[in-house]
């Protein structure tokens, strides 16, 4: 079986994507972290949260419903997470599901959005706060 050539690969979009978005440095992230004006959206499946850890006070929105749950419009909008007007800072663990996911948003006319360069992963090699995901009953 032979494989037709994509037209972009994975590589090309973050690349696309980074030229386009708003990264912020480990330091802004944390300066920025605990600010009431300020949402981090971890897009990180359930099981990467359980297994790594999570940065206290953010918010899990698994990546194939972020934009469902920003949109007005949809009948999964999250008002009480996306309908604030707060600056979403997303990140995921390597910094490339956010850079797309930041892209995405950002061509949907969302205007305070970032993400993290070097996503979970840099955060918690710097020593920044992770706390442990609480697991439901």
């Not at 079986?1 to 994509?6: A, F, G, Y």
């Not at 850079?99 to 205007?111: F, N």
Request: aromatic content about 8%.
């Amino acid at each position: 079986m032979t494989t037709t050539p994509l037209k972009k690969n994975s590589k090309q979009l973050v690349e696309e994507a980074l030229a386009q978005v708003e990264t912020i440095s480990l330091d802004v992230a944390r300066a920025l972290h605990g600010d009431d004006g300020v949402l981090f959206v971890d897009l990180r499946d359930v099981r990467e949260l359980e297994r790594e850890g999570v940065i206290p006070g953010a918010f899990n929105a698994p990546r194939g419903m972020l934009e469902f749950w920003v949109d007005p419009e949809s009948p999964y909008f999250n008002e009480k997470r996306f309908g604030q007007g707060q600056r979403l800072v997303l990140f995921c663990a390597m910094g490339w599901r956010s850079a797309l996911a930041a892209k995405s948003l950002a061509d949907m006319g969302v205007e305070s959005i970032c993400h993290i360069e070097g996503g979970f992963t840099a955060w918690k090699a710097a020593g920044a706060p992770v706390a442990q995901k609480e697991k439901k009953a």
